[in-house]
């Protein structure tokens, strides 16, 4: 965007209608990013039109890194998070860490490990997004959609959010012989794999004593492949993460100002 633009709705819906027509046009996912100062804000285009401001999003961040060339470790600032996040690269991917004690102040929003919704318990962490996690084996029967549904919607009113907000995220998982799978939801149904954000969320789960994730030793599994992370004293690690520039657009920007 030009210098001195605000990320207003009416500028950033002429950026989605300037994808219509390419192979981008479903893209929902907006990353704003200052080279300058190495800060990122992530935006979510929800399916009705409006946009959210207040979520984060680790693969786009990523993404910016990429698009900007840089070589050797980025730190990158997120402001809508308040998450400082070192990206290094190891041959062909990267490393993420969230530099941020996941034991931490914080990490519990509501102050307790485990939390109960519509008599199922579950743990609310906030690492990197706020998410709530939930034993797949808790919710027996069909409909595990449907109900992860209704209870993020009952987690967000008690956060403070609309329940028809993004947030917070939600994640079912399973514990067996193999280690976790996980499957978790995002705007529009269920995630192809797992958020990035939600792979350090759920791994600072692990770390904390007394919620209903167990610790994360090895691959964890999701729909589509095995996301790998591991926890530190002062910072949780994403492995192995990609991005490529596909394209670039330069797009003709209007500045309206008052005073």
Request: hydrophobic content about 40%.
């Amino acid at each position: 965007m030009p210098p001195g633009a605000l990320a207003v709705g009416a500028e950033l819906m002429r950026l989605l209608q300037a994808l219509d027509g390419t192979p981008h046009a479903r893209i929902a996912k907006i990353a704003l990013y200052d080279p300058a100062s190495l800060r990122y804000r992530f935006v979510q285009a929800l399916p009705d039109g409006r946009f959210d401001f207040r979520a984060g999003c680790g693969h786009s961040l990523l993404a910016c890194v990429v698009a900007d060339g840089r070589q050797g470790p980025v730190t990158v600032r997120a402001v809508t998070t308040g998450d400082t996040v070192l990206c290094e690269p190891y041959g062909g991917t990267y490393t993420l860490s969230f530099l941020r004690p996941p034991t931490g102040p914080g990490t519990l929003p509501t102050g307790r490990p485990v939390d109960v919704l519509d008599g199922v318990p579950v743990s609310f962490v906030r690492y990197g997004n706020p998410y709530v996690f939930v034993d797949e084996r808790d919710l027996p029967g069909p409909g595990l959609q449907d109900r992860l549904l209704a209870l993020r919607a009952e987690a967000a009113q008690l956060l403070g959010h609309p329940p028809d907000s993004a947030l917070p995220k939600i994640a079912a998982f399973r514990d067996g012989p193999d280690g976790l799978a996980v499957r978790a939801l995002t705007v529009g149904g269920w995630h192809p794999r797992l958020a990035l954000t939600g792979a350090a969320a759920l791994a600072a789960a692990g770390a904390i004593d007394g919620t209903v994730v167990p610790a994360v030793r090895g691959p964890v599994r999701t729909p589509t492949g095995t996301v790998t992370v591991s926890t530190a004293p002062d910072r949780v690690r994403v492995h192995h993460k990609r991005a490529e520039v596909l394209e670039t657009l330069r797009l003709p920007w209007r500045i309206h100002a008052t005073a």
